[in-house]
T-cell receptor, first 109, second 113 residues
Framework: KQEVTQIPAALSVPEGENLVLNCSFT??????LQWFRQDPGKGLTSLLL?????REQTSGRLNASLDKSSGRSTLYIAASQPGDSATYLC????????FGKGTRLHILP | ETGVTQTPRHLVMGMTNKKSLKCEQH?????MYWYKQSAKKPLELMFV???????ENNSVPSRFSPECPNSSHLFLHLHTLQPEDSALYLC????????????FGPGTRLTVL
């Protein structure tokens, strides 16, 4: 049974710092992995999707990596800004889509 | 209006009521999804429709009844709900089923009294 874990559950960092969010999954037989952002009271916004054959994807200040063999993905955020404050969720797509519980990120001005 | 829209945004209902949630996507996608987000629990996939056919039902109680009349519209009919069904219900769409990027609506915050 696929399980997705995100650590830490919450993170506060000063503005301008680079940071890494972690996602781990137990079954490496996945099609792809997707990172989402959720602002309070709102739906999810897709950030990056990494196919199982890919190692990383980049979009602006965001870089997501995927290591299937170790069951890990990271989301790197460069030069963090207060507007990056949100909950970040990773989701693994295999025969089902399984979400982690998310990491609540707070960027301190 | 663009993207994925959901109505109503907030809903309060009693356990004996019947209500429906509506989702509409303006992206030309073929697949639509219903998710449940409860406090302190991971997002749970409830139903998947691809080309208006239900392709997945994740052991959801029968008090939740989905309907997909066409590829742009998705409904979730609710009846005799329980207080533990209170949650944020999110709709999403994607180009096709499987692992295509999903685009989410803002959700409906449901409270069952």
């Amino acid at each position: 049974k696929q399980e997705v874990t995100q650590i830490p559950a919450a993170l506060s960092v000063p503005e301008g710092e680079n940071l890494v969010l972690n996602c781990s999954f137990t079954d490496s037989a996945i099609y792809n992995l997707q990172w989402f952002r959720q602002d309070p009271g709102k739906g999810l916004t897709s950030l990056l999707l990494i196919q199982s054959s890919q190692r990383e994807q980049t979009s602006g200040r965001l870089n997501a990596s995927l290591d299937k063999s170790s069951g890990r993905s990271t989301l790197y955020i460069a030069a963090s800004q207060p507007g990056d404050s949100a909950t970040y969720l990773c989701a693994v797509f295999s025969d089902k889509i399984i979400f982690g519980k998310g990491t609540r990120l707070h960027i301190l001005p | 209006e663009t993207g994925v829209t959901q109505t109503p945004r907030h809903l309060v209902m009693g356990m004996t009521n019947k209500k429906s949630l509506k989702c509409e996507q303006h992206l030309g996608h073929n697949a639509m999804y219903w998710y449940k987000q409860s406090a302190k629990k991971p997002l749970e996939l409830m139903f998947v429709y691809s080309l208006e056919e239900r392709v997945e039902n994740n052991s959801v109680p029968s008090r939740f009844s989905p309907e997909c009349p066409n590829s742009s519209h998705l409904f979730l009919h609710l009846h005799t709900l329980q207080p533990e069904d209170s949650a944020l219900y999110l709709c999403a769409s994607s180009g096709a089923g499987g692992g295509d990027t999903q685009y989410f609506g803002p959700g409906t915050r449901l409270t069952v009294l």
